[in-house]
RNA sequence: GUGGGUAUAGCUCAGUGGUAGAGCGCCGGACUGUGGCUCCGGAAGUCGCGGGUUCGAACCCCGUUACCCACCCCA
């Protein structure tokens, strides 16, 4: 039998778990500080409340759920697993529209599912931190949305990730400026969104493979020819869109709401982070607006993304309810955390903080008496189960890194004490019984 | 879905046709009141699976499965 988990999922042991709940702890009180309040969905929908919202690519990799019964040899499915929590989101808002505030602003931190090939950092099971605020169409929100990811990343000790932004509407007219005809729009933008990966050459090639004109794939290429992914300054990729799109109203707008999201973001913790970048195109087709991403160097994916989507919730509802928000991939955080070591050390310790050692057969009640009084004391305590000599319970003690062995032997039995060794320094204390709790909390409290 | 790579002990890997190996880990002992350091000993493998070539295959050939990397797409 084989017991590994299927591909793309993961099974969590206890170090896992305590990784997983440092950042979620982290995220979770970053999103409530900016007044987000948490909710939670079915793992899974009917059908048709996803299908039709990701585009042609997503709708591929939402894993279905065959029909029972009869029904089941015809492979039709009428229930598929959530492919993200945005969706759901619109449902929930559309549902109960008149108990929600006016400005409904949401966290939601559960697992999602796509039928993708698994690689680093991609799984088929994975957590979602989204935060979305439905109800307003100001920049201030999407503001809000990069303020508190930068926060979240900043905490964790993060110092080098970028917010990649662009504008949905300011893509769509540097598309019609350069002669892209509409119908052609969602393949140039996918060879656009590649510019970084293949280059000038490449994006090149792709639109003309994808059937684009040489006169707009020209005019395209002129434009992003000087664009500069990751620079610093916002002013020039702003200016030259701005300039591009002059004639185009709709484009020229949204140029303008890109600057003001700038601008804003310069009084919150996402300052300095923010790039302008024009060749950003992001693939679900909900969004609407001002789109981002969050990027570090050290990964090819993303942490996260996320943007506006005004017009999601209208399918659900019939009419539009503008709605913004963003997600950080938990396990893409975990990843590169765990491969530059940014955890800090209370997180490696183990889930004890002091194991009572077993002196013999006789003192078993002893022991589970001391567990108690520690425990007493709000301390994590394991007591040993067997008489083994001294030197093996202590051995187990320090593989499970346990910082603290309490020992009850005749000795210190006779003189009221436990004898308290810490195992990372070494160091053996003989302290009153009854003071014994509160000295290993004090010592924990001192050096974590 | 496309291309490439890997598969040998619990883990990381060596082993290019002739007796299945190392390091780490694990267990026991030196050490019947003390882990980490040292030393000694020990257990542990259908060499991914199936077929073929050969006197003989972990090794060569074919197939297959799983995993990894890159691409596509994305968190």
Redesign the pocket.
């Known amino acids: 039998m084989k017991t ?1 988990p299927p ?1 793309g999922t993961r099974d969590f042991l206890p170090d896992d778990i305590r990784r997983r709940e440092h950042v979620i702890g982290v995220v979770r009180t970053v999103y409530e500080r900016y007044g987000f309040e948490p909710i939670e969905t079915p793992a899974f929908e009917n059908i048709e409340t996803l299908l039709g919202k990701y ?1 042609e ?1 997503g709708n591929k ?1 939402i894993f279905k759920i065959l029909k029972r019964g009869e029904h089941e040899r015809t492979g039709e499915a009428d229930l598929a697993l959530r492919y ?1 929590l945005t969706v759901p989101l619109a449902r929930v808002v559309a549902q109960y529209q008149n108990q929600l505030p006016k400005f409904f602003k949401r966290y939601q931190i559960q697992p999602v599912w ?1 039928a ?9 099971e ?1 957590f ?1 931190c989204d935060i979305d605020a439905i109800g307003s169409t100001s920049t201030l929100v999407d503001v809000e949305l990069l303020s508190s990811a930068s926060e979240v990343l900043g905490r964790l000790g993060f110092h080098d990730f970028v917010l990649r932004v662009n504008h949905r509407r300011a893509l769509t007219a540097l598309l019609e400026c350069a002669g892209v005809p509409m119908e052609q729009h969602t393949d140039a933008l ?1 060879a656009l ?2 510019l970084d ?2 280059g000038l050459a490449g994006v090149e090639q792709e639109l003309s493979a994808r059937g684009v004109e040489i006169e707009a794939t020209k005019a395209c290429l002129d434009f992003f020819s000087d664009a500069r992914r990751d620079e610093p300054s916002q002013d020039v990729p702003l200016q030259r869109m701005r300039e591009f799109v002059k004639s185009h109203a709709a484009g020229a707008s949204a140029v303008d709401e890109l600057r003001e999201i700038v601008q804003l973001a310069e009084a919150t913790p996402a300052q300095g982070r923010i790039r302008i970048d024009p060749s950003l ?4 087709s909900y969004y609407t607006g001002a789109i981002m ?2 990027a570090v160097p050290d990964l ?6 996320g943007g506006r989507y005004d017009n999601l919730i209208g399918m659900f509802l019939g009419h539009d309810v503008p709605a913004t928000g963003l ?1 950080l ?1 938990l ?2 955080i975990i990843v590169v955390m765990t491969e530059r070591g940014m955890f800090p050390p209370e997180v490696g310790r183990g889930g004890v903080d002091v194991m009572v050692t077993l002196w013999n057969v006789e003192s078993r009640a002893d022991a589970v008496a001391l567990a108690r009084e520690l425990r007493q004391g709000e301390l994590r305590v394991d007591v040993y189960p067997d008489a083994d ?4 319970q ?2 187990y003690a ?2 499970r890194r346990m910082p603290f062995v309490a ?1 009850v ?4 039995r006779a003189r009221g004490e436990v ?1 308290v ?1 810490d ?4 160091e ?1 204390t003989a302290v009153p019984r009854a003071e014994a709790a509160r000295f290993i909390a004090s010592r924990l409290a001192n050096n974590g």
């Open positions: 590994r591909s585009g690519e990799l993200d796509r993708d090939r698994p690689a680093r950092g991609r799984f088929r994975f979602q996918i969104d590649k990966k293949i195109a992001r693939g679900l991403e969050i090819a994916g993303s942490l996260g993304g997600t991939g396990e893409r000599r001294l030197g093996k202590f051995k320090a593989s020992i032997g005749d000795d210190e004898a060794k195992l990372r320094s070494g053996q």
